[in-house]
């Protein structure tokens, strides 16, 4: 694949980056050269290649799924103005 001038100023105008003749040019080699990589690396044989995450293998730390009240209700209600038995107490908003 290969990218012109013309694909250059169409991107640039779509992102809303302005760029001038110099500067599409420029890009144009650039964008090429990197696309010119992807091909090559496209050309590598990985059919044997397990799939993976991460160079070191690596589990996820897991721990127990229980649920609990977070012993922390006081400290949550500590700074409202009104609680009642843990609860935020709020003036009535429908009759």
Do not use: H
Request: avoid cysteine; aromatic fraction near 4%.
């Amino acid at each position: 694949m290969s990218v012109d001038i013309d694909t250059v100023k169409r991107v640039a105008r779509l992102s809303r980056i302005a760029v001038d003749e110099e500067d599409a040019s420029r890009m144009t080699g650039e964008l090429n050269a990197i696309l010119g990589f992807v091909e090559q690396l496209n050309e590598v044989d990985v059919s044997n290649v397990e799939p993976m995450t991460s160079a070191i293998p690596t589990s996820m730390k897991m721990r127990a799924d229980e649920v609990t009240d977070g012993s922390k209700a006081e400290d949550i209600v500590a700074n409202a103005p009104v609680t009642d038995e843990n609860f935020f107490v709020v003036p009535k908003v429908m009759e």
